[in-house]
């Protein structure tokens, strides 16, 4: 499981999201009142010192403007001219402002009383710092909030998923053939158990469905193979008679060619729909062999054309597969190579890596090679009802087989499949 798509994940950092959030906001506020209190208390002090410059201008005609560290002072009247006021600040009007003088920040209070104009500044630097102190605090105050957030979500999420973990390792540990296993007695009576009880509920109808698949299965393979032992008995008596003509022998074992074609159909499917066996339990197969026996059986459809035939046939290549459903793959390939060349070659190449069919027939237009293993397609030259390679993707599914197709329409067609390096010896 990827770790974006973690549930345990997305708990934690919804956790730690939302730390971050309402950490980011709190700093936020905290920031902001602070700013503002600070401004508050440097207008309040200007206040408080422009009552006191004015009642000691009033009093004093010797009156000296405040010139401390934190107030600077200028007074605009009769007694004092317009050259002792800075110029940045000469020209505000009545007010509260943010200047800047010689590279330091300060808060101005500017007011007009009695004929004189007020210019009284606080240096607001070092409250600049305190700010800018204050907010490496709270940027620290937030990440430690994410990271105290994430290992609290992590840890709920651990407490909250490990009643569906349980389940899922239960259903993972459940033998399918286990049909007493009861997940909602498992459970609590909580969400988790609703969930195992809805699963019981939905396994039920599985198995339920299975079984008449398997009755089904069963009975429709019984009915077949009787019908078809009779046919290929009954075509067996009969290549025996000599009565019958030449035609009429060929007739008779076309017959038994389909019935035993029929036989090996039906087991093909019948282990397809089954569950994939461990390869320990399969009898390994002679691939050499069953290539041989495919091409010598699907011969006749060559017969009286002008079409050679080339075998490149590696022994010795044994594969942990089921027998039937090799000769399924091969048959396939073999039968359309044969039926869609009217003249030229056919060519077959099997080894330990894999093997190949391929013609040099009517091949295939890029619209059909894309819908080409799709069920109950089928080409303009395709004789059948468009099963044969859907069939066969599905086996190649079966064993991990890459399959690949290369046609040109009007040159020909080439088939390949790799055998899985597990299955093969």
Request: with cysteine; net charge neutral; glycine share 6%.
């Amino acid at each position: 499981m990827r770790l974006r798509h973690s549930l345990r994940f997305r708990v934690a950092f919804a956790f730690a999201s939302f730390g971050a959030l309402l950490s980011l906001l709190f700093s936020l506020a905290i920031y902001i009142t602070e700013h503002q209190m600070g401004r508050e208390l440097m207008d309040e002090t200007l206040r408080a010192e422009l009552e006191d410059s004015i009642n000691r201008y009033e009093r004093n005609t010797y009156f000296i403007p405040p010139n401390t560290v934190s107030i600077k002072g200028y007074v605009l009247s009769r007694r004092y001219l317009v050259d002792n006021i800075p110029l940045a600040i000469r020209s505000l009007y009545p007010g509260k402002y943010d200047v800047s003088m010689d590279g330091i920040d300060y808060r101005a209070l500017v007011a007009d009383r009695n004929g004189a104009r007020y210019f009284l500044l606080f240096d607001a630097d070092k409250q600049n710092q305190r700010e800018a102190r204050f907010v490496h605090i709270l940027s620290a105050f937030v990440g430690f909030m994410t990271l105290i957030s994430a290992a609290i979500g992590f840890w709920l999420a651990l407490r909250v998923i490990s009643p569906l973990t349980r389940l899922s390792v239960q259903v993972a540990q459940a033998d399918p053939h286990d049909t007493t296993l009861a997940l909602g007695k498992l459970a609590r009576e909580d969400e988790i158990g609703e969930l195992a009880r809805t699963f019981d509920q939905y396994l039920r109808r599985i198995r339920e469905f299975i079984e008449r698949e398997n009755y089904f299965t069963a009975d429709v393979s019984h009915e077949l193979r009787t019908p078809l032992a009779v046919i290929q008995g009954a075509a067996e008596i009969l290549e025996q008679d000599d009565l019958l003509n030449e035609k009429q022998k060929a007739r008779v074992a076309r017959i038994k060619r389909g019935a035993l074609d029929m036989v090996d159909l039906t087991e093909a499917l019948l282990l397809i729909a089954r569950e994939r066996q461990m390869s320990s339990s399969i009898q390994a197969c002679d691939a050499g062999r069953i290539a041989t026996y495919c091409i010598d059986k699907h011969r006749h459809l060559i017969e009286g054309r002008p079409i050679e035939l080339e075998a490149d046939i590696q022994g010795n290549v044994l594969l942990d597969v089921e027998r039937p459903l090799l000769e399924i793959v091969l048959g396939n390939l073999l039968r359309n190579a044969f039926n869609n060349t009217r003249a030229g070659r056919v060519s077959v190449q099997l080894n330990q890596h894999g093997f190949k069919v391929s013609d040099t027939g009517f091949g295939m237009s890029n619209e059909v090679l894309e819908r080409v293993f799709e069920r109950h397609f089928k080409g303009a030259s395709s004789i059948g009802a468009g099963l044969g390679l859907s069939l066969v993707k599905r086996i190649c599914e079966r064993y991990d087989w890459p399959i690949s197709i290369e046609s040109v329409e009007g040159e020909g067609t080439a088939i390949t499949v790799k055998f899985n390096s597990k299955g093969s010896h």
